[in-house]
């Protein structure tokens, strides 16, 4: 006993401290108390094979696909345009978006749900993340309260007073105290909100270098660039390569890239690819081009094409990058023409920067010269490849960055019905599917449906930090109550104030376990306490509803701590929170809730 009370009283002033990584400290930690035998290895393990950390890491997943399909910004662009630029109107909108999610889904998937939502909306506006996402994490557990699938305390309870004798709870039983301690999140939340706002945050100024878009401003591609289709008829393209059209020479025009779109029972699958001289054009194809507008009307015109007016490229499969050319390089003093990087690495040069001159037109004919940055265009990979080439130019900017924002907005109504039927798996009875099982069904279909360009960027998504937190912290709870620190604190607080009456006794258990759970999990300490409430009350001789419902508040409301449940890890880092954000946030809220409930509690359900 001794050793895990020193360990837990350790950890807990490290993440204070907060000059070590929560993950370490949560390892070293569950090291400790392996070594010395307070825990077997199994036990030790027994967090990173637990569902609730494999159901987060799934999350992860669904909420990467949201984000990468632009799902996410959709959501955030809705609810940006419905608070008209007003932080607060932002504010209240997804505290109560997230809460009415909440009461459906585990309080962890409605986060990480919104958390991309919330980024995205941050990226777009002047709103800022960091004021958000904690209050969301804490709005996932209030809204929680609403229903009975909420959060798995109030199935303990429930199961608790069934299995004494006494009246199920009903689906919506806890909905009257979901709309209270909503309210009272809501009325503490909104000013107390302000303390989390980062001083570095910045909500326009990027500093990751320029942007796909900007760059496309910059070169002013719009100007040149035209999208046209292929139709029907006996003097189309269609059925021609390339090679034959011979663009350069007769019409003064490039083609950057061909596309194929197909529409599907949701969305549409887009296919983008290079043009090469053995390229063949079929019926349907949409074609970019560039180079002169009088040249493009006239090919335009002697095969029929289609105009889309298009408003610039998308960078799917295909993107662009700078390169500046080295004095060293093999390319100084040779025409573009004659370069060979569209031989050798698969890319055009779309636009050259010398100084404060851009260059677009007649590219072929001009000679290179040290110091030039040139725009190219390739597929991602052969751009990523040309970082390999350190003697004949330098890639600008982050291309692996700018890659893994690229949205594959086509696939939005594919994430949308995924994120659906997980929610539906989830929610009804009648399919017979663990909730684990739901999430990591969906994270499946995400990859495989296309929501990600690669399983790398879906293994991106994930943030080990958090898993590995949650998952090194749960054995803590198998500490405590294995040596019997938990049953004697809880016992001994509840028998002390069960004398001062039922008001007295409510409050205590509450903030027990409110206590309590600031250390083990919600579940755990629900399990724990419902039987000893239930005991308590009978012995006062008053119903033990009131009693149990402050059990199930006290291990949800529980937002003092980042690892006391997963929502609040979950946005830790994304937030840049520190242990104290927490305390200075989430303790007046779980203290305002327990004294507000402790005289609620009676009216709703009487003693």
Not at 520 to 533: E, G, H, K, R, Y
Not at 564 to 582: C, E, H, I, Q, W
């Amino acid at each position: 006993m001794t050793i895990t009370i020193i360990v837990l009283i350790v950890t807990i002033a490290m993440f204070i401290w907060g000059r070590v990584r929560g993950d370490i400290v949560a390892v070293a930690a569950l090291m400790v108390l392996t070594a010395t035998g307070v825990l077997t290895t199994e036990e030790a393990l027994s967090g990173f094979s637990s569902s609730i950390v494999i159901m987060m890491v799934g999350l992860f997943v669904v909420g990467g696909a949201i984000l990468q399909t632009g799902l996410a910004q959709s959501a955030g662009n809705k609810i940006a345009r419905l608070a008209k630029g007003n932080e607060t109107y932002a504010f209240i909108l997804v505290m109560l978006a997230t809460s009415f999610i909440g009461a459906f889904v585990s309080n962890t998937g409605t986060v990480a749900i919104m958390m991309p939502i919330i980024m995205s909306m941050a990226a777009g506006s002047g709103i800022r993340s960091s004021r958000l996402l904690m209050p969301v994490a804490f709005a996932g557990s209030l809204g929680g309260m609403l229903t009975l699938i909420g959060t798995p305390p109030n199935l303990v309870i429930s199961e608790t007073l069934e299995k004494n004798g006494f009246a199920r709870l009903e689906f919506f039983s806890f909905f009257p105290v979901g709309l209270i301690v909503i309210a009272i999140g809501l009325a503490v939340l909104l000013p107390m909100s302000i303390m989390l706002v980062k001083k570095k945050e910045k909500s326009h100024q990027q500093t990751q270098g320029k942007s796909l878009k900007d760059l496309a401003e910059e070169y002013q591609l719009g100007d040149n660039l035209y999208k046209y289709s292929v139709g029907t008829g006996v003097n189309g393209l269609a059925g021609m390569t390339v090679k034959q059209l011979d663009l350069q020479n007769q019409y003064g025009l490039t083609i950057l890239e061909i596309r194929n779109e197909k529409r599907k029972a949701f969305g549409k699958q887009v296919n983008q690819s290079m043009a090469w001289a053995d390229s063949v054009i079929r019926q349907g194809d949409i074609i970019y081009f560039y180079g002169s507008e009088e040249g493009m009307q006239r090919l335009a015109t002697d095969y029929h094409l289609v105009n889309l007016h298009g408003s610039g490229l998308d960078f799917y499969d295909i993107g662009i990058s700078e390169i500046v050319v080295l004095p060293t390089s093999r390319l100084v003093g040779t025409r573009i023409m004659d370069s060979r990087l569209r031989e050798d690495y698969s890319i055009n040069i779309l636009g050259i920067r010398r100084d404060e001159e851009y260059i677009t037109d007649e590219l072929s004919q001009h000679r290179l010269q040290n110091g030039d940055v040139l725009l190219v265009q390739g597929d991602w990979e052969k751009i990523f490849q040309l970082n390999n080439e350190n003697e004949n130019w330098v890639v600008l900017g982050h291309p692996d960055k700018n890659a893994e924002k690229v949205l594959l907005d086509y696939k939005a109504p594919v994430a949308a019905v995924i994120m659906l039927l997980m929610i539906v798996m989830m929610v009804f009875d009648f399919i017979p599917l663990a909730p684990v099982t739901a999430v990591l069904i969906a994270a499946l279909l995400a990859f495989f449906a296309g929501c990600f360009r690669s399983i790398d960027a879906a293994y991106k998504t994930i943030n080990w930090e958090s898993i590995v937190l949650i998952a090194s912290m749960m054995p803590m709870s198998t500490a405590l109550e294995k040596t019997g620190v938990s049953q004697i604190v809880s016992e001994t607080l509840v028998n002390s104030l069960g004398s001062l009456g039922p008001y007295a006794l409510l409050g205590g258990i509450y903030f027990t376990t409110s206590l309590m759970t600031m250390f083990i999990s919600n579940t755990a300490t629900a399990v724990l306490m419902a039987p000893i409430a239930l005991v308590a009350s009978q012995q006062l001789g008053v119903s033990p509803y009131p009693f149990l419902f402050a059990v199930t508040l006290g291990a949800s409301m529980c937002f003092a701590s980042p690892f006391s449940t997963p929502p609040n890890a979950l946005v830790m880092k994304a937030g840049r929170y520190t242990f104290m954000d927490y305390i200075r946030v989430g303790l007046p809220l779980q203290i305002i809730i327990g004294i507000v409930m402790t005289f609620v509690l009676p009216l709703l359900f009487a003693f």
